[in-house]
């Protein structure tokens, strides 16, 4: 169990590239406040111990630790903002006042840095925010009634009773008193470890899905972290020529983020990362003859692999720079010849919105293709677009149970299909790919077709 105080006044890195953006709106930082002004137990915070001189990572709590750091005025963003603003402007005392009154500080703001401190500017400086004014919240009674409508720097003084303690708001964010967080804190991270940890103590406030679980337990991979940052799912704090080099510069994966968006993929929760990642794992994860698992699962597998394999191809830079080239470039023509893909394939008939069993399977299908047929691909794609409009439009059906084996069967049978009217050889096209990046994945769609049914 920790003070408040030990979580604010320690070096925290809240953007590990596997950490989700900030997901959290003013009311959701509002009520979290609230309940610490109310002694209402907060969930745990995991961090995990980097070095003795580097900030912990936060693995799981970021939203609830960016809400304190905000509201107390310490947050690094917000802390290293004010600093350049003070050496720009030190006969004003923008520090001084950013620490000591707010209100003030935002009125200065506007006259020295020429522009007001909008909402919008506010958030992207982590600056602080007001409690709630009104009774909708948790500031109810004699003592929490007064701090409606302020920031921290006006009520710090304010003396409050929280677990049987009277302390002022001052030393409730900023010294040792009763009212603590419970924190787990790894030295040596087992991801085994982690991803148990996230299932036993991830029980309040938005749970972690198996997405954000995935980008935790994996982040040591480079191959998870190129996925999160081709899906533009990254914080956009962090820097991909740190966290997924081997993709800086691989043409069209820039694009990638963009056509998955423009599918219908929106930005919350790594649904992008979601699509890629199972796209990505349906490529080159070679099940061995085994029955395909629940495609979340067969994406951890794949990880678990390289993961634990030092010599695993997919290490190696250069492979992962041509898998996302490849897959990059099939998104490219996937996108590039929307004749294909009439509304009632893509999801509902209304929309240009996708359904992800139909996106990964017709996308995998280029993918393959173009694997083993790059120079000639899109000739081939425009001399065959009747035959694969037809199929989509009649013959590839989406089950009406979708199950795991129906799922993968739904799957395999589009990709398969368009590999065959393209005119490519998949047997071919396996080999292509298990040479290109150490194995593939292309057998183990074809075995999880089902037999047609009988008449």
């Not at 037809?390 to 979708?402: F, I, M, N, V």
Request: proline share 5%.
């Amino acid at each position: 169990m920790w003070p408040i105080s030990q979580l604010t006044g320690r070096k925290l890195n809240l953007t590990p590239s596997y950490q989700r953006g900030d997901v959290w709106r003013l009311g959701d930082r509002q009520a979290l406040i609230e309940s610490v002004l109310r002694g209402i137990p907060l969930p745990s915070v995991i961090l995990l111990r980097t070095g003795a001189n580097t900030p912990h990572d936060v693995v799981d709590g970021k939203q609830r630790l960016t809400a304190i750091l905000r509201f107390v005025g310490k947050h690094p963003t917000a802390v290293a903002t004010v600093a350049n603003a003070d050496k720009l402007h030190p006969e004003v005392g923008l520090q001084t006042l950013f620490e000591t009154n707010y209100p003030k500080f935002r009125s200065a703001w506007k006259r020295y840095m020429g522009e007001p401190l909008s909402a919008r500017l506010e958030d992207e400086f982590y600056f602080p925010f007001k409690l709630r004014s009104d009774a909708k919240g948790g500031l109810v009674g004699a003592d929490l009634e007064p701090l409606r409508g302020k920031y921290f720097t006006e009520i710090e003084k304010n003396i409050i009773r929280v677990a049987d303690e009277e302390v002022t708001i001052g030393d409730l964010f900023g010294a040792v008193v009763a009212h603590q967080v419970p924190v787990l804190e790894y030295t040596k991270a087992d991801p085994r470890q982690i991803h148990e940890v996230f299932k036993l103590y991830n029980k309040q406030g938005m749970h972690l899905n198996a997405e954000e679980i995935r980008n935790a337990v994996y982040h040591d991979v480079e191959l998870t972290r190129a996925i999160l940052f081709a899906a533009d799912d990254a914080s956009a704090r962090s820097s991909i020529a740190d966290a997924a080099p081997s993709i800086v510069g691989i043409p069209d994966v820039d694009n990638l983020g963009r056509t998955l968006a423009d599918y219908g993929f929106g930005e919350a929760r790594y649904r992008r990362t979601k699509v890629l990642g199972w796209i990505v794992a349906t490529l080159v994860n070679d099940s061995q003859g085994k029955l395909l698992p629940s495609t979340a699962r067969h994406t951890d597998l794949l990880l678990d692999k390289v993961q634990e394999n030092e010599a695993h191809p997919l290490r190696q830079p250069a492979r992962i720079g041509d898998l996302f080239g490849l897959i990059g470039r099939a998104a490219s023509l996937h996108s590039a010849h929307d004749e294909l893909w009439p509304d009632k394939f893509r999801g509902d008939g209304k929309s240009s919105k996708w359904q992800d069993l139909r996106l990964v399977g017709s996308l995998v299908g280029i993918a393959i293709a173009t694997a083993a047929s790059p120079n000639d691909i899109e000739e081939r794609i425009v001399s065959s677009a009747d035959s694969i409009r037809a199929a989509a439009q009649d013959e590839w059906k989406r089950p009406e149970k979708t199950q795991t084996r129906t799922q993968w069967d739904f799957i395999a049978k589009i990709a398969m299909g368009v590999v065959e009217k393209l005119g490519v050889d998949v047997s071919a096209a396996s080999d292509i790919i298990r040479t290109r990046f150490g194995s593939s994945g292309v057998e183990s769609l074809r075995g999880s077709m089902l037999p047609p049914k009988s008449e």
